[in-house]
């Protein structure tokens, strides 16, 4: 870099400690070695070598690092968000993978397994030798899973499953799939193994944002389970709502990685890309436009550190996870967008990673909790007063 490196304006390296820097220089050197150099390819193909990817990410100690027992790696909530953070700094879809493997997938079972679970799935999904996904949005229900159409009917001493998931990470690639469904005593989860009779995978083609990541639909259809294949201590819709907090907070982490790498792409193209006589970095305009942008990320680190510190004290409530998200989100998408145009017309460019970022970044704004759905759960927080429906 020309300079300081942008997310050390405010010397952020210094806020963690040397354990947290050596494992976000793992994840930092993985995605160097394995991501970086074959990403764009993978991008513009509209694909991702999940499998192999996984247990490069297991070997390490990277999946379900956040969870303690079964064969993961127990770390802290600081480590696990550097982590994402340099995942996705080189694509957004693979810390997806990360995240709904780790967060979405392993934390359901870890938190709302029986002990027969946990043995049976955490240890292969902590190595990679098992992908797991997480099912709640429904074609029809997205922001209010509540509403959700898939139904879980008791069957002498087993379950029958009878829905459609959509939009599911993983999907196409996943072993197991987590699945969130009505019963009669309201939401349950279940441990699919998604080579169930009566369960189809269907890949979502055609995506326009994050292209490396699997994507899918599951149909199940008069899926028959037995009880040891439901979540016991899962009761009600708290139970998926208490995974996406787990997720979204890597997503905040995540987000700053994409709009660092933005950044520094900016940063290093502004520097050499000369106009009129001079670097374009040199003009006034485009140093307001960096100095902007690094005010926003060094802000969203700090943030995201704020809560961080919180979730290993165990002071974080699901409202601070919403400030972060849409906050880190919203700054991220608005940093990949301005890069864009310092780099003009390369800017659209797949040799540079810029526009890919920002189309993945229209992803990471939906998933785990719409914007809007975040400032009404602030909304919620600052006024008592539901706004959803
Ligand atoms: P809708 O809920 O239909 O919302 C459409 C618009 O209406 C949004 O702008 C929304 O904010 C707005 N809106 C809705 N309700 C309100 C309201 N009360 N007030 C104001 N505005 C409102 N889901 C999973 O279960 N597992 C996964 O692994 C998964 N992976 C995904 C991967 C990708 C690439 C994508 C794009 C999505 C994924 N999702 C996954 C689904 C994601 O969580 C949903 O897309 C998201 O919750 C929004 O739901 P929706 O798309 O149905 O939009």
Not at 136 to 159: F, V
Not at 202 to 207: H, T
Request: glycine share 10%; aromatic share 6%.
């Amino acid at each position: 870099m020309p300079g300081v490196p942008a997310l050390q304006l405010l010397d952020t390296d210094s806020l963690l400690s040397d354990e947290e820097r050596e494992i976000r220089d793992v994840a930092r050197r993985i995605a160097d070695e394995k991501v970086r150099p074959y990403v764009a390819d993978w991008y513009e193909r509209g694909t991702l070598p999940a499998r192999q990817l996984a247990k490069e990410f297991g070997a390490v100690g990277l999946l379900g690092m956040h969870l303690t027992g079964y064969g993961c790696a127990g770390a802290s909530a600081v480590a696990y968000g550097v982590t994402c953070m340099e995942l996705e700094a080189a694509d957004s879809g693979v810390r997806s993978l990360v995240s709904v493997q780790g967060s979405l997938a392993m934390y359901a079972i870890w938190r709302y397994g029986s002990e027969e679970q946990k043995r049976r799935w955490l240890p292969p999904m902590a190595s990679g030798d098992v992908i797991g996904c997480f099912g709640l949005t429904e074609p029809d229900h997205g922001s209010d899973p509540a509403s959700m159409t898939t139904r879980a009917i008791r069957d002498g001493d087993g379950w029958v499953l009878r829905g459609t998931k959509m939009w599911i990470t993983n999907a196409p690639v996943a072993d197991v799939a987590v699945i969130w469904a009505r019963a009669d005593e309201g939401v349950v989860g279940f441990a699919v193994p998604l080579d169930t009779p009566g369960v189809t995978v269907n890949e979502i083609q055609r995506k326009l944002s994050l292209r490396a990541s699997l994507t899918g639909e599951i149909v199940l259809d008069d899926v028959r389970l037995p009880e040891s294949a439901r979540l016991p201590e899962a009761r009600g819709l708290r139970a998926p709502l208490s995974c996406l907090t787990e997720a979204r907070f890597g997503i905040v982490w995540g987000a700053l990685g994409a709009a660092r790498d933005c950044l520094e792409t900016a940063i290093a193209y502004a520097c050499e890309r000369e106009q009129f006589g001079k670097p374009i970095a040199a003009f006034q305009l485009t140093q307001a436009k960096l100095a902007t942008m690094a005010v926003e990320l060094n802000k969203g680190f700090l943030l995201a550190m704020h809560l961080a510190r919180a979730a290993d004290a165990g002071t974080l409530r699901p409202e601070m996870v919403s400030v972060g998200k849409l906050n880190n989100v919203r700054e991220a998408l608005a940093i990949a967008r301005e890069c864009r145009t310092i780099l003009g017309a390369n800017g659209i460019s797949g040799e540079y990673p810029v526009m890919r970022h920002a189309a993945n970044l229209e992803s990471v704004l939906t998933y785990e909790g719409t914007s809007e759905i975040h400032t009404l759960v602030i909304g919620q927080a600052l006024t008592g007063i539901s706004a959803f429906s």
